[in-house]
């Protein structure tokens, strides 16, 4: 799959999945967010794991796995 890096973004609202789908069973806990993007409109990203991130910190794209966008913390503001 190729498919473009979605940017830096601010997180706008974030949540730890402790009962996760059959699928992400594995990888419970973690953390989900939605990003306000640096070029405009919001995303739904998975925090790579040991990122801890808050609302209003600074995050950065990381990688696509499966199809889904994961970001890290960023230390940009």
Same mark, same amino acid.
Request: hydrophobic share 45%; glycine share 10%.
């Given at each position: 799959?190729? @498919?473009?890096? #979605?940017? #830096?973004? +601010? %997180?706008?609202?974030?949540? %730890?999945? =402790? ?5 992400? %069973?594995?990888?419970? #806990? =973690?953390? !989900?967010? @939605? +990003? ?6 919001? !995303?739904?990203? $998975? ?6 991130? $808050? @609302? ?8 696509? $796995?499966?199809? @889904? #966008? ?8």
């Amino acid at each position: 799959m190729n @498919i473009d890096s #979605p940017g #830096p973004g +601010v %997180v706008y609202t974030e949540t %730890v999945v =402790y009962a996760a789908p059959e699928q992400f %069973v594995a990888d419970a #806990p =973690y953390q !989900l967010a @939605i +990003v306000s993007l640096k070029s405009g409109g919001r !995303l739904t990203v $998975r925090m790579v794991a040991g990122d801890r991130v $808050r @609302i209003g910190d600074a995050v950065a794209f990381a990688e696509y $796995r499966d199809g @889904i #966008p994961f970001f890290r913390k960023s230390d940009a503001s």
